[in-house]
Each structure stands twice: as C-alpha cells, then as structure tokens.
C-alpha cells in the first residue's frame, strides 16, 4: 500500500504543480513521472512479495509478467536515465515530457490501479 | 603456438597474435587465472588492437570456463614473455549467442533508427554473470519509433529471459554518433 500511496503522490505533484513549470525543467518532471511509475509497478509486485534492488531486474519482471505496459514503462526508465546522467542535448524536450505524464505514466498507473483493487 | 602473454597494466592483459578470436580460441597463462577477477577480466588482441573482456562463465552456459567479449580500445603496451603459460581454451558459444540475439533485435527495428550499438558489461554477482547493454541511435524524437524499439526489446527479454538486457535510445541531435556512444561500444553489423 505505501507503493501505491508514494505512485499517486508523485504523479499528483507533477500534475498540480510542476507541469506548469515543463518549459524550464522537463527533464525533472520525467524523471518524477518514473519514479510514480515504478512505485505503481512495485505496488503490484509488493502484493506477491517481489522486491527489486535494480532496475535492470524489474525491468526484466516487468517485460515478462507485464507486457501490456512495458513498452511505457521502459520509456518512462530510459529517458529517466538520460535525465538524470546526459548531458543537456539528452533531455527529454517538452513534448516528450508532456507525452511521459499525459500518456505513457497514465498506462502504467491504470493498468497497475485495476490489477490491485 | 607462442605462449607470449603480455601484461600491461593492472587488470589488461594482451593475448598473443597468434591466438585469433575468430579461432573460437583464446588462451591465457596459468598466471592470469590465478589472479583477481578484476584483474583478468580485459584482454587486448595486440593483432587486431582489440581488448576482449572476460567475465566469469555461469549458468546456463556450462562448458569451458569463460566467455569472452571484444573491448574496444585502440592503445597498446609493452610486453613481456610468460614461460610457464599454460594453455586452456575458452568457450565462446555463449558470446556468439548473445551477439546473434543483438543483431537479431537491430534487424527488426523499424525504420527511423540510425544505428545500434552494444556492450557486455561484467556483472559478476548476478546470473547470468554479464549484462548486454544496448543503445539505439535515432537522430531526434520520434514518439512512433520509440515506442517501436521498446516494444522490440519487450520480445526480445522475454524471448532470452535467461539474459540481462538494458537499453537507451539516444536522440543524436546533430552530434556525431561517436560523441554520444561511449567507445566500449560495439556496432551491430
């Protein structure tokens, strides 16, 4: 329950308060925007008693027991990780950032919402 | 066979001209083996100026001891002769999977993708004891081809979940491709 309680915290801060703010920092909200969306997955693992220590393991899981929802999550995972270790060029643009919250986090987090309730 | 091995720094060992990679057979002086993990795990082919790393061989790859992945590199070292080599060989079947697996995944991406590089990184503490990393050259955003390589890579780890896969797409933005790929990569053919 604390996964699913830290997913939808995240995923409400960046919808009332710093969607507003994407022009100056779209690489922070993508980055918030996956760590909502690895606390929905772990929400749903948690339940069976998964726990992950790295990505590269939960990102393994997801592709095998969630494959409705990998190819947002992983999208979410990867421009993440050029957020946060590229150089600027590596940022996601507005647009991008816009799509990871609007469209690719919704799908994780529905999908996630409707297999633990 | 010469058994000239060629030490060069710490953890970079230079294996002999005369042991091709493309033999399937690498070979290495009792001495190596006898050192740390860390210290044999890069090995420069002084012939083709390539390095090949070596990561401890695990399960379900069950042969011979070692697999062996070339290392990218173009700098060498002095030498020095090893009298007491002794001679092993090195199963390679299981690098030649894991590249067939990655040029099998570059072939089925989309148009759109520019290049696509890879890299068996050591991770010797968890099976299967390496990782393939992959990076997928785009030269800007492309919402569709995105979506594309990742659903691609969903197939691919689900069709080898013996392997580990991670995978970055990079927007090229008017960069060299080589500025944005880190020089340990491989380009799939």
């Known amino acids: 329950m604390e996964n699913l309680i830290k997913a939808r915290r995240n995923r409400q801060i960046i919808l009332n308060h710093l969607l507003k703010l994407v022009a ?18 772990d929400a749903y693992y948690a339940k ?18 969630l494959p409705d929802i990998f190819a947002s999550y992983f999208k979410l995972y990867d421009i993440s990780v050029n957020s946060r270790y590229g150089c600027v060029k590596d940022n ?26 | 066979m010469s058994t000239l091995l060629q030490k060069q720094e710490t953890d970079v060992w230079m294996i002999s001209p005369d042991y091709l990679l ?51 590199t173009t700098t060498l070292f002095p030498a020095f002769e090893s009298k007491d080599a002794e001679v092993f060989s090195l199963d390679l079947s299981c690098l030649i999977s894991a590249r067939k697996t990655v040029e099998s995944f570059s072939a089925d991406l989309q148009t759109g993708v520019e290049d696509v590089f890879y890299n068996i990184e050591d991770d010797p503490d968890h099976d299967p ?25 969903g197939k691919l780890m689900r069709n080898n979940s013996e392997l580990l896969f991670d995978l970055h797409i990079v927007k090229r933005r008017g960069r060299q491709t080589r500025q944005v790929v880190p020089p340990e990569f491989q380009k799939v053919k």
């Open chain 1, 24 to 41: 100056e920092c779209p690489e922070w909200i993508a980055v918030i925007a996956f760590y909502s969306a690895l606390h929905f997955v």
């Open chain 1, 48 to 65: 069976m008693n998964i726990y992950f220590q790295r990505h590269v393991d939960r990102n393994k899981e997801v592709s095998n027991s």
């Open chain 1, 92 to 117: 996601p643009t507005v647009g991008e950032a816009e799509n990871l919250v609007n469209e690719d986090l919704p799908v994780v987090a529905d999908f996630i919402e409707d297999l633990v309730h």
């Open chain 2, 22 to 72: 493309d033999q399937a057979y690498l070979v290495l002086s009792n001495t190596c083996m006898q050192t740390t993990a860390t210290e044999r795990s890069k090995i420069l082919d002084s012939m083709s100026g390539k390095c090949y790393l070596f990561v401890p061989q695990k399960r379900p790859f069950t042969t011979s001891g070692f697999l062996a992945e070339s290392w990218r």
């Open chain 2, 129 to 153: 004891g390496f990782m393939i990393s992959i990076l997928v050259v785009i030269p800007e955003s492309n919402r569709d081809v995105e979506h594309g390589v990742y659903a691609s890579l």
